[in-house]
């Protein structure tokens, strides 16, 4: 037994020494949501490094808060010199569930150590009225039910059995989906008083008022706001006490009608005003435009102003003057957007007023305002543009003058083309030509006439030559061929003479005929008994002096013909 | 006959007067009465055109000056003020006109107005005489020489013709015009509540297009559109 003890006392001395070590510990490996909780690392020098570890999940809500120590122990004789570093974290978990923290690890050189990992259980929410009925926090709404944009208010009610000494901490809950503000930010001192619930007495304290505007519809949430507070229970006895409120949930409704394309989402009660600087201008000068919106309620959501500006003006962004205030009713004042815009042509424009939609909570209904249209009449800039005019490639600045000698007018009747003269002279010399040819053409159609004279004139010697062949044939005795000699020449001449064709031919026609052209009795006549003696020579034969006679006769009769056809 | 026409240069000279002792409204007025009874000529149009501008009315100054160039496109004076005139135009849009047509404007209808006309009527007369000779003359040699320069004179009967047709055309019909209202807007279809398309301002031109009974469609680099008739001048 004595050798045990003595060899447990030489290693614990020896591992006095030499020994480094590390110790992760929790104040609590059980906590509910919130409730905020303390991580410890000790270790038992200052020279080596020391990692925290991983708190995963876990809201580190304070710390590392580091201390160190160091003392001095003296055992039978022996001094040992330890020392101590601390790191303190304190933590809280926001849900449900289990949570890791990792091991934390100290490097000594070559050496790592580490820590044991530790699993904390976190369990539901604890609310506190019921866990401690001497200090509690209320966090209530003014309003039960409320609109998108609706504003109300949230306030924090302190209660305790003890008088609250001072006030070290407050911090909000999240509050995901609200837009909050403090009512009285400037505020050092609190509202106190007391208040009798379930026949205790507490103390009171107004801790905070806060207005919020949702801005979805739906379920909100406030989560539960922290204090630590100092109370004392009497003079000496003195401690701090950290509180959490209740979570204040509101059910949002959403604003009926509020897909209306022109909603800008403002909630509450508002007016709108347009202001024009001036309504006669010159190109080139600036024009102001104020719209100004007033009005009560979330006036913080109001998105962009714009105007529909026409494109023959410079336009420039507004300048925004804001001059609101958070009251209990709500966010209210007034909202200026000042806008600039040049004219760089003359006529006359019109900018059509700003108008808006909101819902009004008063009536419950979606209102339209809106300002009155703009009117703008930018007067023509007399004179010339200097600008524009770099362009012109000339030292004249002015136009050039009117001509003092003017050509001469006309008008479109003066046009020759296409008038009637015109196609008169066009087609007329036209037509003339073609009647000339026309008549030239004929002309020489009647050198066919001239053939025919011609011929006439011709025939007497044609005849004649037949007349004598045919007294050749007549005494070489071919007296039957020189009769038809004879007759062919009968035949032709009168064919020439009077056009008649042979088959046209017969003792009587040509009698007419020679008749019909004046021929006397008595050369008729003379055809007559040729030709009766021709006719009869056919059936019986004359004499060969007979045939002689008749041929002379013919050529007598041809010659007197001749001078008168 | 005689009375009128000095009537008509007795309001050109009372024009002109007027303008020179800077009183140019009623300058104005002496040449819009003769335009208004149908008399043109390019120095009309362009001592109208300075009464525009002198008045500030742009958009009828630009219209003024293109007319009297398009009676004669060798006005030097009217060039240069047009362009002065178009600088000071919003939209400034570069005026596409080709330099072959205005060529060819300048070199075939300058020579006054029934200058074509006259050498149409004459190649014809000589047209005519060849013709006669060609089909009459029994002798080979003036018959070709009679086709040939037949031919020759034919053809420009046939051009002088076109020429003076062209001409004509050219001075009557109207194919363009200018915007005279200080900014308008250009729909997409005749009618008040049609979509807006684009916008134009005055001195502006633009080609004519199909028309309706009160609206015009116009056409500008490539964008075409509907506007009020009233809205524009045509050239």
Redesign the interface.
Same mark, same amino acid.
């Given at each position: 037994m004595k050798k045990a003890i003595i060899f447990i006392l030489i290693i614990s001395a020896v591992t006095g020494f030499s020994q480094r070590t590390i110790e992760a510990t929790v104040s609590s490996t059980s906590v509910t949501t919130y409730e905020r909780f303390n991580y410890e690392i000790t270790v038992n020098n200052n020279e080596c490094n020391v990692s925290p570890p991983n708190f995963g999940d876990l809201t580190i809500v304070g710390g590392p808060y580091t201390s160190q120590s160091s003392s001095f122990t003296s055992v039978n004789g022996q001094r040992t010199q330890s020392f101590e570093t601390k790191w303190t974290y304190t933590l809280e978990a926001k849900k449900k569930g289990n949570y890791t923290i990792s091991a934390a690890k100290m490097i000594c050189g070559d050496e790592t150590q580490e820590t044991e990992s530790i699993t904390i259980s976190v369990g539901g929410e604890s609310q506190q009225p019921s866990v401690d009925k001497d200090f509690f926090m209320r966090l209530s709404s003014n309003k039960s039910s409320v609109y998108e944009g609706e504003p109300f208010i949230a306030s924090l009610k302190y209660y305790s059995r003890l008088q609250p000494q001072s006030f070290e901490t407050l911090e909000l809950g999240d509050a995901t989906g609200i837009y909050r503000r403090d009512l009285n930010p400037d505020r050092t001192n609190f509202k106190t008083g007391t208040e009798i619930r379930n026949g205790v007495r507490y103390y009171t304290i107004e801790l905070r008022e806060e207005l919020c505007f949702a801005q979805r519809h739906g379920k909100v949430q406030l989560e539960p706001y922290f204090t630590s507070l100092i109370v004392s229970r009497d003079f000496f006895n003195r401690y701090r006490k950290e509180t959490y409120s209740n979570p204040l949930e509101m059910t949002i409704k959403k604003i009926p009608g509020s897909d209306h394309p022109d909603f800008n989402g403002l909630v509450g009660s508002f007016e709108v005003k347009g202001e024009l600087s001036h309504d006669q201008v010159k190109m080139g000068e600036a024009i102001d435009i104020t719209i100004s919106i007033e009005g009560n309620g979330n006036m913080h959501d109001l998105g962009n102003v714009a105007l529909d500006i026409?494109?023959?003006f410079d336009e420039f962004d507004p300048d925004i003057e804001e001059a609101t205030k958070a009251t209990r009713k709500g966010i209210g004042g007034k909202i200026t957007y000042n806008f600039v815009v040049i004219p760089?042509?003359?006529?006359?424009?019109t900018i059509p007023g700003y108008s808006f939609t909101y819902f009004d909570l008063e009536s419950e209904k979606m209102r339209t305002i809106q300002t009155q249209d703009f009117n703008i009449e930018v007067a023509?800039r =007399?004179g010339? !543009?200097i600008d =524009?005019?770099q362009?012109?490639p *000339?030292e004249?600045k002015?136009? =050039?003058?009117?001509?003092?000698?003017?050509?001469?007018?006309?008008?479109?009747e003066?046009?020759?083309?296409?008038s009637w003269g015109?196609w008169f002279?066009?087609l007329g010399?036209?037509g003339?030509?073609l009647l000339?040819?026309f008549i030239? =053409?004929k002309k020489e159609n009647r050198s066919d006439a001239e053939i025919q004279e011609l011929d006439k004139r011709q025939i007497l010697k044609k005849t004649k030559v037949k007349l004598n062949e045919a007294k050749t044939l007549l005494e070489s005795g071919d007296q039957s061929q020189a009769q038809r000699i004879l007759q062919i020449a009968l035949e032709e001449f009168f064919m020439t003479k009077l056009q008649m064709q042979r088959s046209e031919q017969s003792q009587n026609s040509i009698e007419s005929a020679l008749i019909n052209k004046g021929i006397t009795s008595e050369i008729i006549r003379q055809y007559r008994d040729i030709s009766t003696k021709l006719e009869m020579a056919q059936y019986a034969p004359i004499t060969n002096e007979n045939l002689s006679q008749t041929i002379t006769n013919a050529e007598n009769l041809f010659y007197e013909l001749d001078k008168n056809i | 006959m005689t009375t009128i026409a000095s009537a008509?240069?007795d309001a050109?000279s009372s024009g002109?007067a007027a303008?020179a002792a800077g009183n140019y409204a009623e300058a104005k007025d002496h040449y819009s009465r003769?335009v208004a009874?149908?008399?043109?000529?390019? *120095?009309?149009f362009?001592?109208l055109g300075?009464c525009f501008?002198q008045l500030?009315e742009?958009g009828e100054a630009i219209w003024a000056y293109e007319r009297s160039l398009k009676i004669?496109p060798g006005h030097e004076?009217a060039r240069?003020?047009l362009?002065?005139?178009q600088?000071?135009t919003?939209d400034?849009l570069t005026p596409e006109s080709s330099d072959v047509l205005r060529w060819f404007r300048g070199t075939f209808f300058v020579l006054g107005?029934?200058f074509?006309?006259?050498i149409?009527?004459i190649s014809?007369?000589v047209f005519?005489?060849l013709?006669?000779f060609f089909?009459?003359t029994k002798n080979p040699k003036i018959k070709n020489y009679a086709l040939t320069f037949g031919f020759v004179f034919f053809g420009l009967l046939n051009a002088a013709?076109l020429l003076?047709?062209l001409?004509?055309q050219y001075?009557?019909e109207r194919h363009s015009a200018i915007i005279i209202? !200080?900014?308008v807007i250009i729909r997409t279809s005749p009618s008040d509540t049609a979509k807006e398309a684009f916008?134009l301002?005055?001195g502006t031109k633009v080609d004519l297009e199909r028309s309706n009974e009160d609206w015009i469609e116009i056409s500008v680099n490539g964008n075409t559109g509907w506007v009020e008739k009233e809205a524009l001048l045509e050239i």
């Open positions: 026409p494109s023959e760089k042509h003359y006529g006359s424009y023509k =007399r010339v !543009d =524009r005019l362009e012109v *000339s004249e002015s136009i =050039r003058y009117i001509d003092e000698k003017a050509d001469a007018l006309f008008s479109t003066d046009f020759f083309f296409g015109y002279l066009i010399p036209f003339i030509v000339l040819v030239k =053409r | 008509q240069s050109l002109n303008y003769l009874d149908e008399k043109m000529s390019a *120095s009309l362009y001592n300075n501008y500030d742009l004669n004076n240069f003020n362009a002065f005139a600088k000071q919003y400034n107005l029934n074509w006309s006259w149409s009527i014809l007369l005519c005489i013709l006669y089909f009459t013709g003076a047709m001409h004509k001075i009557i209202e !200080d900014s916008n301002h005055e």
